[in-house]
T-cell receptor, first 113, second 113 residues
Framework: DGGITQSPKYLFRKEGQNVTLSCEQNLNHDAMYWYRQDPGQGLRLIYYSQIVNDFQKGDIAEGYSVSREKKESFPLTVTSAQKNPTAFYLC????????????FGNGTRLTVT | GDSVTQMEGPVTLSEEAFLTINCTYTATGYPSLFWYVQYPGEGLQLLLKATKADDKGSNKGFEATYRKETTSFHLEKGSVQVSDSAVYFCALLGNTGGFKTIFGAGTRLFVKA
């Protein structure tokens, strides 16, 4: 079955360490996205990529970085510069950018202590 | 900029009760509107969508009508089940400037047996 795989489901890190969250899709979608979800808030866009080798900052990109070297993969690195990294991170994809609903993975819960 | 406002939760209902979750939006142009559902520990799934005024989206007994005159897209279901307990997100995808999906804060629904 086609879908989006995020791994791991739970991730624990010490403050000051960088950590990379994995996102892989086999839907053959061009566009991919990273959202952050905090309790009681909607989803906030971190980064998005319309096509391979291209990505743009979303609304809360500070302290995060991404790469899009392959169509199916869009890893997110949470750097030590991110002031409040503990959150639920959701990866999504869509067939094209700006014209389709989103397909989501099951998320990674990151806890930084 | 574009925005989505939905009623605060949690909403607690008994099984077979009628459900309404209010959603209003602010957007330039003619956005597409969506309802997504998030079950515990999972990512979001598209529940229904409407792409133009007066369209009615429906799925699994849920319905919502795109009302341009009131800028609303309220979610309704005639008889809820315990399995409908989840968080519901209203969202819009604008078609002017940005082409990004904007989410409301989410409404948590609890259905009691």
């Amino acid at each position: 079955d086609g879908g989006i795989t995020q791994s791991p489901k739970y991730l624990f890190r010490k403050e000051g360490q960088n950590v990379t969250l994995s996102c892989e899709q086999n839907l053959n979608h061009d566009a991919m996205y990273w959202y952050r979800q905090d309790p009681g808030q909607g989803l906030r866009l971190i980064y998005y990529s319309q096509i391979v080798n291209d990505f743009q900052k979303g609304d809360i990109a500070e302290g995060y970085s991404v790469s899009r070297e392959k169509k199916e993969s869009f890893p997110l690195t949470v750097t030590s510069a991110q002031k409040n990294p503990t959150a639920f991170y959701l990866c999504a994809s869509s067939p094209d950018f700006g014209n389709s609903p989103l397909h989501f993975g099951n998320g990674t819960r990151l806890t930084v202590t | 900029g574009d925005s989505v406002t939905q009623m605060e939760g949690p909403v607690t209902l008994s099984e077979e009760a009628f459900l309404t979750i209010n959603c209003t939006y602010t957007a330039t142009g003619y956005p597409s509107l969506f309802w997504y559902v998030q079950y515990p520990g999972e990512g979001l799934q598209l529940l229904l969508k409407a792409t133009k005024a007066d369209d009615k989206g429906s799925n699994k007994g849920f319905e919502a009508t795109y009302r341009k005159e009131t800028t609303s897209f309220h979610l309704e279901k005639g008889s809820v089940q315990v399995s409908d307990s989840a968080v519901y997100f209203c969202a819009l995808l604008g078609n002017t400037g940005g082409f990004k999906t904007i989410f409301g804060a989410g409404t948590r629904l609890f259905v009691k047996a």
